[in-house]
């Protein structure tokens, strides 16, 4: 496969994949440029916070040549990045956002577009993912095969990820505990305008389950001490997907546990399950269960433009893999740890793509309670000591998680 991935780029390219120099950056008010002495075929932009950086990688490149700062920009820096590939970051005096960007000149320069905004809109805007570049020009070599997310970009063009609007900034909760202990964020699923799913049998809402059992969590993790909390929502109001991780990741948390009913048209389906972020859905009944969680932004009119197409296939950065190893081991202790106290499917670790848990940084599971569409469920779920039995087992498996962590340093 190398092999030929090697001859396609001699074929279309006329010179190894990795032989492309960056020969010149500049910036300015609204725009950064990058030159190469030869095409490059695919980058990608991304926002960091704390510092606030905007950091572009460059498949196929090599760092080099010359480079000026100006505007929102106080300093640029390149690095290699892998055997094949540049990072450039830059990094801000003031916060500003990429808007857009393309490649021209036969895929020698690349522009970037920039604006100034405010820091909660940069924030909001870090959660946004990549944003993707590409020429189609160059050969496939430029593409990683190892990456599916990759492969997807030879299929666009200039691809721009909106950033929702919201009226005013992200409201933090409170966060209570001990300072010095890790911050545990606790996600109830739903609010507001949306109910999520309904029990046919006694009309009881995902969303106020969800509360109630959000609440159960922190009351239990508390008692325990050992970790610090706080609950993306309190009482019944509405918040984007992408809001619920970007509070989480403001605060600096170190886990999030999103907190959800499942529901069926089977009333026998029955039992809990835990869910991590992945591509690919493990199976039919997970990838129903992801479109059905991502509809809520979409049910609340929010703007997802040219992004609606992620919502079914969420692109996952590959620097995600150690976030996404931690969620599953997070989700394979849950699992033991409600074994015997709160029914679970047989297999109960499950994959999807969805939105709520896109941080790249922040490991985090999805867990579906119990089915709202099941009788003995849907009471257990209503019941305090459902409840009970539930928060326990996220407050044992929380605290065996961070022992672990400590223990590991
Ligand atoms: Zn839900």
Redesign the pocket.
Same mark, same amino acid.
């Given at each position: 496969m190398g092999w030929m991935l090697a001859m396609l780029s001699i074929w279309f390219g006329g010179a190894p994949a990795a032989a492309r120099a960056v020969e010149d950056v500049r910036v300015s008010d609204d725009r950064i440029v990058v030159r190469f002495d030869d095409p490059v075929g695919a980058a990608a932009a991304f926002l960091l916070g704390g510092p606030d950086r905007i950091a572009v990688d460059i498949d196929g490149a090599v760092p080099g040549g010359r480079r000026s700062t100006g505007g929102p920009v106080a300093g640029v820096r390149l690095g290699a990045r892998g055997a094949d590939g540049a990072r450039i970051v830059f990094d801000l005096a003031e916060p500003a956002v990429v808007t857009g960007g393309r490649f021209s000149d036969h895929g020698r320069k690349l522009t970037i577009n920039l604006r100034r905004v405010d820091p909660d809109r940069f924030l909001r805007a870090t959660t946004a993912g990549r944003m993707r570049f590409s020429t189609g020009l160059v050969a496939a070599a430029s593409v990683p095969v190892s990456s599916s997310a990759a492969m997807i970009v030879d299929r666009r063009a200039t691809v721009s990820v909106p950033v929702p609007a919201r009226r005013g900034g992200i409201a933090l909760p409170r966060v209570q505990g001990d300072a010095d202990r890790p911050l545990v964020v606790i996600d109830a699923?739903?609010g507001g305008h949306d109910p999520? =799913?309904i029990s046919p049998h006694s009309g009881a809402r995902?969303k106020d389950l969800?509360l109630k059992a959000a609440r159960a969590m922190r009351d239990a993790l508390l008692d325990g001490g050992r970790v610090r909390v706080a609950l993306t929502r309190d009482r019944d109001e509405f918040l984007v997907l992408q809001e619920r991780y970007a509070i989480a990741r403001r605060l600096g948390a170190s886990l999030f546990i999103s907190v959800?009913?499942?529901s069926a048209e089977n009333p026998n389906a029955t039992g809990a399950s835990i869910y991590t972020l992945s591509e690919v859905a493990s199976d039919r009944e997970a990838a129903r269960l992801a479109a059905?969680?991502n509809k =809520?932004d979409i049910l609340a009119g929010v703007d997802l433009g040219k992004q609606s197409a992620d919502i079914s296939s969420i692109l996952i950065d590959l620097t995600q893999r150690e976030t996404m190893n931690a969620s599953a081991g997070f989700a394979r202790l849950l699992g033991r740890e409600a074994q015997g106290q709160v029914p679970l499917k047989p297999n109960y670790h499950r994959m999807a793509s969805l939105m709520v848990l896109k941080a790249p940084d922040l490991p985090s599971i999805l867990f579906?309670t119990g089915y709202i569409s099941n009788e003995a469920d849907a009471e257990r779920l209503e019941s305090a000591e459902g409840r009970r039995a539930i928060a326990q087992s996220v407050r044992r498996a929380v605290e065996v998680y961070f022992a672990r962590r400590m223990a590991a340093r």
């Amino acid at each position: 496969m190398g092999w030929m991935l090697a001859m396609l780029s001699i074929w279309f390219g006329g010179a190894p994949a990795a032989a492309r120099a960056v020969e010149d950056v500049r910036v300015s008010d609204d725009r950064i440029v990058v030159r190469f002495d030869d095409p490059v075929g695919a980058a990608a932009a991304f926002l960091l916070g704390g510092p606030d950086r905007i950091a572009v990688d460059i498949d196929g490149a090599v760092p080099g040549g010359r480079r000026s700062t100006g505007g929102p920009v106080a300093g640029v820096r390149l690095g290699a990045r892998g055997a094949d590939g540049a990072r450039i970051v830059f990094d801000l005096a003031e916060p500003a956002v990429v808007t857009g960007g393309r490649f021209s000149d036969h895929g020698r320069k690349l522009t970037i577009n920039l604006r100034r905004v405010d820091p909660d809109r940069f924030l909001r805007a870090t959660t946004a993912g990549r944003m993707r570049f590409s020429t189609g020009l160059v050969a496939a070599a430029s593409v990683p095969v190892s990456s599916s997310a990759a492969m997807i970009v030879d299929r666009r063009a200039t691809v721009s990820v909106p950033v929702p609007a919201r009226r005013g900034g992200i409201a933090l909760p409170r966060v209570q505990g001990d300072a010095d202990r890790p911050l545990v964020v606790i996600d109830a699923g739903h609010g507001g305008h949306d109910p999520g =799913a309904i029990s046919p049998h006694s009309g009881a809402r995902e969303k106020d389950l969800t509360l109630k059992a959000a609440r159960a969590m922190r009351d239990a993790l508390l008692d325990g001490g050992r970790v610090r909390v706080a609950l993306t929502r309190d009482r019944d109001e509405f918040l984007v997907l992408q809001e619920r991780y970007a509070i989480a990741r403001r605060l600096g948390a170190s886990l999030f546990i999103s907190v959800h009913c499942d529901s069926a048209e089977n009333p026998n389906a029955t039992g809990a399950s835990i869910y991590t972020l992945s591509e690919v859905a493990s199976d039919r009944e997970a990838a129903r269960l992801a479109a059905r969680e991502n509809k =809520a932004d979409i049910l609340a009119g929010v703007d997802l433009g040219k992004q609606s197409a992620d919502i079914s296939s969420i692109l996952i950065d590959l620097t995600q893999r150690e976030t996404m190893n931690a969620s599953a081991g997070f989700a394979r202790l849950l699992g033991r740890e409600a074994q015997g106290q709160v029914p679970l499917k047989p297999n109960y670790h499950r994959m999807a793509s969805l939105m709520v848990l896109k941080a790249p940084d922040l490991p985090s599971i999805l867990f579906e309670t119990g089915y709202i569409s099941n009788e003995a469920d849907a009471e257990r779920l209503e019941s305090a000591e459902g409840r009970r039995a539930i928060a326990q087992s996220v407050r044992r498996a929380v605290e065996v998680y961070f022992a672990r962590r400590m223990a590991a340093r």
